[in-house]
């Protein structure tokens, strides 16, 4: 029962966290410093090559450099940041090589993501779920790749259209055409 107990105390805590580190770490937060940036100048070294590529297909946008960056600040603004969130955190979970520490990231992930009601629920099917709580036993780099790929699925379908015909793609692409001057 104590172990109940100290589950549900910890999972108030995490949420709560997340709570207070939104509001006192807007300043500090990656996703919020690249929106700050893209909105005032973007980063020199981005091209407009980067830029234009990222409108091919989602697969582009999410394996260039700041495509996935200035993508998760867009969705921060839609306030539909889960998704990025959480794939982004499976690709740092995979490289987890501890198992120690896979495990207490992969609890996290579950507490954080997957759980339902969690402060950042993403949408999955419930034998997607059920399976990851089977897996997040004996967690493996693989264990949350079948949520990941619906997520992906869901950005893919949903809101990358909307981040493509979005204002701020559009104005990105005019700040950084060859001939625009700041």
């Given at each position: 029962?104590?172990?109940?107990?100290?589950?549900?105390?910890?999972l108030t805590k995490l949420h709560l966290n997340a709570q207070v580190q939104e509001k006192m770490n807007r300043r500090?937060?990656?996703?919020?410093?690249?929106c700050r940036a893209v909105s005032k100048r973007p980063p020199s070294n981005l091209t407009l090559e980067e830029v234009l590529q990222w409108a091919q297909s989602f697969e582009k946008l999410?394996?260039?450099?700041?495509?996935?960056?200035?993508?998760?600040?867009?969705?921060?603004?839609?306030?539909?940041?889960?998704?990025?969130?959480?794939?982004m955190a499976c690709e740092t979970y995979k490289k987890i090589a501890s198992r120690?520490?896979?495990?207490?990231?992969?609890?996290?992930?579950?507490?954080i993501y997957i759980q339902p009601e969690s402060p950042r629920e993403i949408n999955i099917d419930s034998s997607t779920r059920e399976t990851i709580i089977k897996n997040?036993?004996?967690?493996?780099?693989?264990?949350?790749?079948?949520?990941?790929?619906?997520?992906?699925?869901?950005?893919?379908?949903?809101?990358y259209p909307r981040?493509?015909?979005?204002?701020m793609y559009q104005k990105l692409l005019k700040t950084i055409q060859p001939n625009h001057n700041s």
């Open positions: 029962m104590t172990y109940i107990a100290g589950e549900s105390l910890e500090n937060c990656w996703i919020c410093k690249m999410m394996a260039t450099k700041y495509g996935p960056v200035v993508y998760a600040a867009y969705l921060k603004m839609e306030h539909s940041d889960e998704n990025i969130k959480f794939w120690w520490s896979r495990t207490s990231r992969a609890k996290k992930l579950y507490k997040i036993q004996e967690p493996t780099p693989t264990c949350f790749e079948e949520a990941q790929k619906i997520v992906y699925m869901h950005m893919e379908r949903d809101s981040f493509l015909k979005s204002e």
